[in-house]
């Protein structure tokens, strides 16, 4: 069974620009959540969808942005981007909602010059 | 609000002694408790996780953490480090109202493991 798929692995952007990052959940797994992880602040959770929905926001600004299709792929999307916005992005799935167990990415390293 | 706490950013045993990591978590609701390791330039795998089922979670890798509530903590712990083992740990909270996955993780405490 193949595991969550993130797309790019690796991307530089230039500030100002936005960027467009994509996650294939487990087939089967209809909830998908985006997490950021930076030195400074750690695991920070970005947003929670299911059934094209989206169930949960971090506290993040609105330049982050994300949706879900009806076979469950993500994609987030980051405009204006600002230096501060190299990170790590994780994503991750689970089965359904309900505190079932998270199963993440590899994760997409971007970097913001 | 939900939190956890990781005692210790850095730990370091020697090959083959008593590896322990501890978390401690701050609920207002009964929680959902994981322990997840990171490689370098990796994603998180799931170690372990508790669910209210048992108290003693035994998880992959030779882990388990035990659930004690009257101490709000979720330590992780392994009989015998292997250098393998040297990565990155985080201890993670969920139950959030709602019924969604919103993981609210620790700071992360590195492992490392010397011969």
């Known amino acids: 069974k193949a595991g969550v798929t993130q797309t790019p692995r690796y991307l530089i952007k230039t500030r100002g620009q936005q960027v467009t990052l994509s996650c294939s959940p487990i087939s089967g797994h209809r909830s998908v959540s985006w997490y950021q992880q930076t030195p400074g602040q750690g695991l920070q959770f970005l947003f929670e969808y299911f059934s094209e929905t989206q169930r949960n926001k971090g506290n993040f600004p609105g330049r982050f942005s994300g949706r879900q299709f009806s076979n469950s792929r993500s994609e987030m999307n980051v405009s204006t981007l600002e230096l501060g916005d190299s990170a790590l992005y994780l994503c991750?799935?689970?089965?359904?909602?309900?505190?079932?167990?998270?199963?993440f990415g590899q994760g997409t390293r971007l970097t913001v010059v | 609000a939900q939190s956890v706490t990781q005692l210790g950013s850095h730990v370091s045993v020697s090959e083959g002694a008593l590896v322990l990591l501890r978390c401690n978590y701050s609920s207002s609701v009964p929680p959902y408790l994981f322990w997840y390791v990171q490689y370098p330039n990796q994603g998180l795998q799931l170690l372990l996780k508790y669910t209210s089922a048992a108290t003693l979670v035994k998880g992959i890798n030779g882990f388990e953490a035990e659930f004690k509530k009257s101490e709000t903590s979720f330590h992780l712990t392994k009989p015998s480090a292997h250098m393998s083992d040297a990565a990155e740990y985080f201890c993670?909270?969920?139950?959030?109202?709602?019924?969604?996955?919103?993981?609210?993780f620790g700071t992360g405490t590195q492992l490392k493991v010397e011969l």
């Open positions: 991750a799935s689970s089965v359904s909602m309900g505190y079932t167990e998270a199963f």
């Open positions: 993670a909270v969920t139950g959030a109202t709602g019924g969604g996955n919103k993981l609210t």
